[in-house]
């Protein structure tokens, strides 16, 4: 079989790490073939979390389901309902007004910013690092009540809807002012505590050279998002999306694909989301926030791909009497899989659950049906 | 008050379990006992990832098929006294998942969670509050601190 | 009337000592932890009095071990080599001869850490293999594997650990010998008390160092906390602990913090614990200065691999070896 041609590693035992367990933020299975410590093979098995949500969502109407794709996941929400929006839109063929434009790429970068910076934080628990844990989880803070008090919920916000905004999420003045000291803030903060993280020689230590994607490797396994981009590919789908065109940013990528690059990724891309808020804040057009001069309409089945936090974000339905039919959602997390098995490979346990980690992997995101058609 | 009493209010092992949901619950009780904003360690609750060590179950998340066993044997092997808080919308009724379809019902949900354990403390909301919580267990205290 | 006093001594050193160490995890957790992550943290009491009592009065349950009663009796026996340690060091018991010598200090700290082997392999908990999951279905990798328990990983570690994480406490107690030339307690206390303490000469500050990195290896303590990572085998040999065998773990890990200062206050100060002479106040001091220390140092490390723990310990020992070398000089 298989192991008679690697002859060079042998397989002793197999660690199964459970469904419960601390370093897992939600269900999942990974099985690791060691040696001595060492990890040989690796598997990991999704399918824990499956709540259905396509088979759910087949025959709701188009606002009760756009709502519903938020639920999906508690991290990403917005961009769910973003991009659900977004199809619908396309289909039935709406415009947005271009105020409610800016007020959804405010609350995606600020999803950015509190998704990034609970990525940190995990990273720095699963480290065994509790102390940067948790000054993470207090920058972070301010970003949660931002989202609370523009969408009403700190998680969970629902603020797109078809045609626009919800009229709930309009900025005023008063809102305006407490965005920018809490920018100003978090700028503050995140740029002291990534000096002192790369500073910190027992951290850097542990993370330089672990859990390797090579960029061929990389592309190789379709990885996708700040994954990729740590590898040396310079490829951000914000680049293409004509909302993000009044924008001006710049597309962030690190050498190496070690874990050392992908935590350096997420917090070279903090500033850059800093930046496009305050631009959006400072060009904020007046005008209407919702359209809801549009009609229903049957539509064929329309796609929609956009740069989430985590990569590219697909999602499709067709339209048939203002129902949505044969939705299909495909999450970034789901083809970074891939890459997070071939990472722990040749590691120290320890390490690999570290390079498992390094991918951000969000598995409530990633468990819809899939079909593998082999090419 | 005795010594028993006493002693079980002044230190209190509180695990988490995650039962396949959104994850907000999740990131909100971790919220609430890592982010020094909310810290509930000043109110004598330790985290512990150990069944054998902890007096408070905290359950998030509709019951997917394939946590309900392992959600199971951990509630077994928590010693006595104990006491379980549902936190969520999710644990308290399934949730979305449950209770909201097309033309298709869904067959994941292997039902909210006293169906399969019972529950003596629910904490709704959707994602639950940090400030929710801490309440939630507050409320389940008496249950511990009276049992024999 | 000698030897009442005598007992005295002894017991009233023991009942102190057992009372401080049940204030330095709160301390610990409290002071240092608790001011570092900007947070108020718990009370001084609950870490260390009240979660050892409230454990007493839980549901004693089987543990799922192929030896259960073996299992459940190995904390205990760790109590009683701790507090047997904390005799030894005592003043009034050096009569004991060779007893009371670096040699069976180091024996039965040896006994110590293989206390750990022994939890590891016996322990079989929920959370590892015995998690009820398909795995073994059809197109599975490799499933004719033999799978391991995450404790069987714990035991590996404390093997590793026992073979080369203890030569910097060794290696620290043997500078106190180099220096005063007798193996016996009382002639190193007999030394210092002579000629001052060992800590004020240069092998003695080397030693100083090396011992304060071995004793925060062998409490198992960040960033040296490979037997325990929360990351992957969750608590280690621990796992499978209930009640209040779970109590005895936790007194006993105070009562190792104590034990060991009150050792470095004995062979790098002269000071041996003894409640009858005024000078045991320096033994609480230094009681409560390590524990502060190795709270601050852990609090702001990472857990170390293998990787960075072979040099380290490396490292650490090479110094400790030109401390033996410098006392000859």
């Keep these: 079989m298989e192991d008679n041609k690697k002859n060079r590693t042998v397989i002793e035992a197999e660690v199964p790490m459970g469904t419960v367990h601390p370093a897992a933020l939600e269900p999942y299975r990974v099985r690791l073939f060691v040696e001595d410590e060492i990890v040989r093979d690796a598997e990991i098995t999704v399918g824990l979390n499956h709540r259905g949500i396509e088979r759910i969502m087949e025959g709701l109407p188009v606002e009760k389901a756009n709502s519903l794709t938020e639920k999906i996941c508690g991290i990403c929400s917005n961009s769910h309902i973003w991009n659900s929006c977004l199809v619908g839109e396309k289909a039935i063929g709406i415009e947005v007004p271009e105020r409610a434009q800016y007020i959804r790429i405010i609350m995606e970068e600020l999803e950015r910013l509190h998704s990034h910076f609970l990525y940190l934080a995990h990273g720095s628990e699963v480290l065994g690092h509790e102390t940067f844990a948790m000054r993470l989880f207090y920058i972070r803070e301010t970003v949660m009540d931002l989202l609370g008090m523009i969408g009403g919920n700190r998680v969970q916000y629902g603020v797109s809807i078809l ?24 700028e503050e903060k995140a740029t002291d505590f990534a000096a002192r993280f790369v500073a910190d020689p027992l951290v850097m230590s542990r993370i330089t050279g672990v859990g390797v994607i090579s960029q061929k490797d990389a592309l190789r396994l379709a990885a996708t998002g700040p994954t990729l981009r740590a590898t040396g590919v310079a490829k951000d789908l914000r680049t293409e999306m004509k909302e993000y065109e009044p924008f001006d940013f710049n597309v962030i990528t690190q050498e190496g694909g070690d874990v ?53 974000l697909y999602h499709s339905y067709a339209l048939e009497d203002g129902r949505v039919r044969h939705c299909v959602i495909r999450t970034p997390s789901m083809a970074n899989i891939g890459a997070m098995q071939h990472a722990c490979i040749g590691h120290h346990i320890t390490d690999a659950q570290l390079s498992i980690v390094q991918c951000d992997p969000c598995f409530t995101c990633t468990d819809r049906a899939i079909q593998i058609i082999k090419i | 008050m005795s010594l028993k009493s006493y002693s079980r209010g002044r230190a209190i092992h509180v695990m988490l379990v995650y039962t396949g949901g959104c994850n907000g619950c999740d990131i909100e009780i971790v919220n609430c006992i890592y982010s020094p904003k909310f810290d509930a360690e000043q109110y004598k609750v330790f985290l512990t990832w150990n069944p054998r060590e902890a007096d408070v179950l905290v359950v998030t998340g509709p019951v997917t098929k394939h946590t309900e066993q392992p959600l199971r044997e951990i509630y077994e092997a928590i010693p006595e006294p104990k006491a379980v808080v549902a936190a969520g919308a999710c644990a308290l009724m399934g949730g979305v998942y449950k209770n909201c379809h097309g033309d298709i019902p869904s067959e994941e949900i292997a039902g909210p969670v006293d169906k399969i354990i019972p529950v003596d403390a629910k904490v709704p909301g959707c994602a639950v509050r940090p400030q929710d919580i801490v309440a939630g267990l507050v409320s389940a205290l008496p249950l511990l601190l009276n049992a024999d | 009337m000698n030897i009442t006093y005598s007992i005295l001594g002894v017991l009233g050193t023991l009942v102190v000592a057992f009372i401080v160490s049940l204030l330095l995890p709160g301390i610990e957790r409290k002071f240092i932890h ?80 293989i206390m750990y082997m022994f939890m590891g392999s016996l322990s079989k908990s929920v959370l590892s293999v015995r998690m009820p999951f398909p795995d073994l279905a059809r197109g599975a990798k490799h499933p004719e594997t033999t799978r391991t328990f995450l404790e069987e990983l714990s035991t590996l570690r404390a093997f590793r650990l026992i073979a080369f994480g203890s030569f910097p406490v060794y290696i620290a107690i043997f500078v106190s010998v180099a220096v005063t030339g007798s193996l016996y307690l009382t002639d190193i206390v007999a030394y210092q008390q002579a000629n001052g303490p060992i800590l004020f000469t240069v092998a003695g500050a080397l030693g100083a160092v090396v011992f304060f990195i071995g004793y925060m290896i062998l409490l198992n303590e960040y960033p040296f906390a490979i037997l325990k990572t929360k990351a992957d085998v969750i608590e280690g040999p621990y796992l499978e602990y209930a009640a209040k065998y779970r109590s005895y773990v936790y007194l006993t890990r105070g009562f190792l913090m104590f034990v060991l200062a009150s050792l470095f206050a004995t062979l790098f100060l002269g000071i041996a614990p003894n409640i009858l002479n005024p000078n045991f106040i320096i033994t609480l001091i230094v009681a409560l200065l390590f524990p502060v220390l190795m709270a601050v140092m852990s609090a702001f490390s990472p857990i170390f691999t293998y990787k960075q723990f072979y040099p380290t310990v490396a490292g650490v020992s090479i110094l400790g070896v030109l401390a033996i070398v410098a006392a000859f000089l």
């Excluded at chain 1, 045609?163 to 978090?186: A, F, H, S, W, Y």
């Design chain 1, 163 to 186: 045609g626009g905004v919800r009229p709930r999420c309009e900025l005023d003045e008063n809102r305006i002012q407490q965005i920018k000291t809490g920018m100003d803030l978090i």
């Design chain 3, 34 to 113: 608790a001011r570092i992550q900007q947070r108020v943290g718990p009370p001084i009491t609950s870490p260390g009095i009240m979660a050892p009592i409230k454990f007493f009065f839980k549901q004693t349950i089987s543990p799922n071990s192929p030896m259960p009663r073996l299992y459940n009796a190995l904390p205990i026996v760790s109590l009683i080599i701790v507090l047997v340690l904390l005799i030894l060091l005592i003043p009034q018991m050096y009569f004991l001869g060779a007893l009371a010598s670096v040699i069976a200090i180091i024996g039965f700290l040896k006994v110590e850490e």
């Design chain 1, 260 to 312: 050392k690059s992908q935590l350096l990724m997420r917090v070279m891309e903090i500033p850059e989301s800093i930046n496009i808020i305050r631009q959006a804040i400072r060009d904020l057009p007046d005008g209407p926030i919702t359209n809801r001069s549009w009609e229903m309409q049957d539509a064929p089945l329309t796609k929609s791909y956009i740069e989430v936090p985590r990569g590219t």
